[in-house]
């Protein structure tokens, strides 16, 4: 019988959607209180690659990465998107935005091996979790750098997203 080991921890990230960009700096201290203090944020990043948030959430978007400091248990990361979801019910009905959703929150994790992003939507390269969450491998590591996957999303095969995941990989081979 194969032993049962407990997962090394991961380092949370949180990609942020919005097209206000007052809201990033509000969404990242809230995010804050609930995951620790944050330890790396990128730059604010154009989201050019579709139009599909553009009827709930306006334009032109933005997308800006934390990352937290305290690692994580795998095991949470469900548990974290539907916290994440519930954060993004809770600035939209503030009403201080003249859209429907005022901001996206996308959680994963970094292991030294693969990006983890979670998501509501089911497909065939997705891993149930529970309670309606699927994981997904968005990219993996592989001859010294995050390599994209068939299904890899368009703006995550960018240079600008993948460099802000290395420093994160970085951070957690370092302990911190």
């Known amino acids: 019988m194969a032993?049962?080991?407990?997962?090394?921890?991961?380092?949370?990230?949180v990609g942020m959607l919005s097209a206000h960009a007052e809201?990033?700096?509000?969404?990242?201290?809230?995010?804050?209180r609930d995951f620790g203090p944050v330890d790396l944020k990128s730059e604010f990043l154009p989201f050019d690659f579709?139009?599909?948030?553009?009827?709930?959430?306006?334009?032109?978007?933005?997308?800006?990465?934390i990352s937290f400091k305290?690692?994580?248990?795998?095991?949470?990361?469900?548990?974290?998107?539907?916290?994440?979801?519930?954060?993004?019910?809770?600035?939209?009905?503030?009403?201080?935005?003249?859209?429907?959703?005022?901001v996206n929150l996308d959680p994963g994790y970094i292991t030294p091996s693969k990006l983890v992003l979670a998501t509501a939507k089911g497909y065939s390269h997705r891993v149930y979790l529970s309670d309606g969450?699927?994981?997904?491998?968005?990219?993996?590591?592989?001859?010294?750098?995050?390599?994209?996957?068939p299904w890899t999303y368009p703006d995550y095969r960018t240079a600008a997203y993948k460099d802000f995941f290395t420093r994160v990989r970085e951070r957690l081979l370092a302990g911190q």
């Open 70 to 102: 305290n690692p994580i248990d795998p095991g949470e990361l469900a548990a974290i998107k539907l916290h994440t979801n519930e954060v993004e019910a809770e600035f939209a009905a503030l009403e201080k935005w003249p859209v429907e959703r005022p």
């Open 23 to 32: 809201i990033f700096g509000q969404a990242e201290e809230r995010l804050a």
């Open 133 to 149: 969450i699927y994981g997904e491998v968005t990219l993996m590591w592989r001859k010294g750098a995050f390599q994209d996957l």
């Open 50 to 65: 579709t139009n599909y948030y553009q009827p709930q959430m306006g334009g032109p978007l933005k997308r800006y990465f």
């Open 3 to 13: 032993e049962v080991l407990t997962p090394e921890p991961v380092k949370l990230i």
